[in-house]
Nanobody, 115 residues
């Protein structure tokens, strides 16, 4: 069974930074793509950033120039580095992967941006 486990969330002040991790139980190099989503209370889940099997990143306009996404194949982990966080970034962040074993979701990690 392939699993994704997110970590790294927490409470941070506006302007601060966090790095979220998505650890996989299989080789992420085999993943066709990985996407970070987020969902705030009362809102729909939205795409934040994605990275393809070739390492090409894609970002939502709301996080461009503030967030980066990367993949460490040796650690089977995908990272989302979030800089200059804003209160509107508050949400539960989920990792989603398209893999040879199916479409996978993690349980999410909460990010709260508040002073």
């Amino acid at each position: 069974q392939v699993q994704l486990v997110e970590s790294g969330g927490g409470l941070v002040q506006p302007g601060g930074s966090l790095t979220l991790s998505c650890a996989a139980s299989r080789r992420v190099g085999n993943f066709l793509g990985v996407t970070w989503y987020r969902q705030a209370p009362g809102k729909q889940r939205e795409l934040v950033a994605s990275i393809s099997i070739r390492g090409s990143p894609n970002f939502a306009d709301s996080v461009k120039d503030r967030f980066t996404i990367s993949r460490d194949n040796a650690r089977n982990t995908i990272y989302l580095r979030m800089n200059n966080l804003k209160p509107e970034d508050t949400a539960r962040y989920y990792c989603n992967a398209t893999t040879p074993w199916g479409n996978l979701w993690g349980q999410g990690t909460q990010v709260t941006v508040a002073s």
